[in-house]
T-cell receptor, first 109, second 117 residues
Framework: GQNIDQPTEMTATEGAIVQINCTYQTSGFNGLFWYQQHAGEAPTFLSYNVLDGLEEKGRFSSFLSRSKGYSYLLLKELQMKDSASYLCAVLDSNYQLIWGAGTKLIIKP | GAVVSQHPSRVICKSGTSVKIECRSLDFQATTMFWYRQFPKKSLMLMATSNEGSKATYEQGVEKDKFLINHASLTLSTLTVTSAHPEDSSFYIC?????????????FGPGTRLTVL
């Protein structure tokens, strides 16, 4: 079966750095997405990786290793507004998005 | 660009009634629209995929006669929850895809919170 694993919840301090990991086993791979979802709202796009390596976009960076079935989202200089759930999703061989359950990130002052 | 709207944002209805949710792509043509539901603290669950002018493809376990999907144009898809029951209470989210984006990004609507009494 297809599976996306990510931690259920993480806590970090304002101004610090946090890394959210995601491992996946899917039938085929056509890219990995990270989305941010605030409570009661729809997901918003953060990043897309299809090749191995690190993609940096401001305070957020995303890394992919296809051979390991592994990705992480790195958030720097954390702000209180970064408190949200972060969803990892993989596009499989049928171009269908397989979603992880999300990681709830709690930022403390 | 790439804005998707959803209406209504919140609806409360009595058990047995039908509820229609609209999803519109405001500034692009959506070749494909997706309907998801999400329970509290759970991941998004794909219900169906629809392409303009053709029948929707439903995921396993989703009743097509209960969740009617119409994708009448490249900018509008509707989801009708027929004879809603309390267990249908959920957060329903649509997203739209366009072939103009190289990496198959989906643009999400703001979601509709359905409460069935």
């Amino acid at each position: 079966g297809q599976n996306i694993d990510q931690p259920t919840e993480m806590t970090a301090t304002e101004g610090a750095i946090v890394q959210i990991n995601c491992t996946y086993q899917t039938s085929g791979f056509n890219g990995l997405f990270w989305y941010q979802q605030h409570a009661g709202e729809a997901p918003t796009f953060l990043s897309y990786n299809v090749l191995d390596g690190l993609e940096e976009k401001g305070r957020f960076s995303s890394f992919l290793s296809r051979s390991k079935g592994y990705s992480y989202l790195l958030l720097k200089e954390l702000q209180m507004k970064d408190s949200a759930s972060y969803l990892c999703a993989v596009l499989d061989s049928n171009y269908q998005l397989i979603w992880g359950a999300g990681t709830k990130l709690i930022i403390k002052p | 660009g790439a804005v998707v709207s959803q209406h209504p944002s919140r609806v409360i209805c009595k058990s047995g009634t039908s509820v229609k949710i609209e999803c519109r792509s405001l500034d692009f043509q959506a070749t494909t629209m997706f309907w998801y539901r999400q329970f509290p603290k759970k991941s998004l669950m794909l219900m169906a995929t629809s392409n303009e002018g053709s029948k929707a493809t439903y995921e396993q376990g989703v009743e097509k006669d209960k969740f009617l999907i119409n994708h009448a144009s490249l900018t509008l898809s509707t989801l009708t929850v027929t004879s809603a029951h309390p267990e249908d209470s959920s957060f329903y989210i649509c997203s739209a895809g366009t072939s103009s984006v190289s990496y198959n990004e989906q643009f999400f609507g703001p979601g509709t919170r359905l409460t069935v009494l």
